[in-house]
């Protein structure tokens, strides 16, 4: 489940829209996969829009209680600050199919779970190396992101453990997504955390915040 967000219709009702992406086994083939979908649900008990709209912030509040383990409303609690991603896209990934990946799969699921992104199309060999060495802000980010083959995953490895604060630099979370011709890494990470490998799988790992650690050593 990703988004919550109310809308008001009609006799002071208010609609609570809840995206979602289950697991569904395809009938024809066998095949278990991700899927959207959306459920609405309708707050009308009480005789004011203000009073729905508290009803439906309550079953928001509820529901991300479930899923996050935290209440949104509680500032003191990290994960309830928004998230923010350096996100890098390269646009040659995949046979020049990543930035669409990235455009019509990746980016709308981050919108619909409040993540917003910092997004660097990679433009030449080293670029995401080159980016995280000298980024100044690099803690503001909860994530660093790449839509991209393997190349960009090791780049960006490479760039954090030449910043001087690579020792807790290389803790910063990534969350990888196969937008290219080689994704064994991805491919690991998914199968650790138990998902197929697919791009919709892997933003959703990303979303929920699953992690697993990753020795890593410089060549």
Known sequence: LLEQ??????????????????LIKNRFNGKVQRCKKQVILCANQHETTSGNVSQSMKW???ITQQIYGYDETHNGVTKSKKRLFLTFVNPKGGKGIAKKMWLNTVKPM???AGITSVVVYTEYSGHARDYVQECKDIYKYSAIMTVSGDGIVFEVFNGLMKRDDNLDAIKIPLAIIPGGSGNGLCAAILHQCGVPLTMMDAVYVAIRGASTPLEYGPS
């Open 60 to 62: 928001k509040r509820a």
């Open 110 to 112: 981050l919108e619909v």
């Open 5 to 22: 967000k109310c809308t008001t219709g009609a006799k002071d009702s208010v609609y609570l829209l809840i995206h979602y992406f289950p």
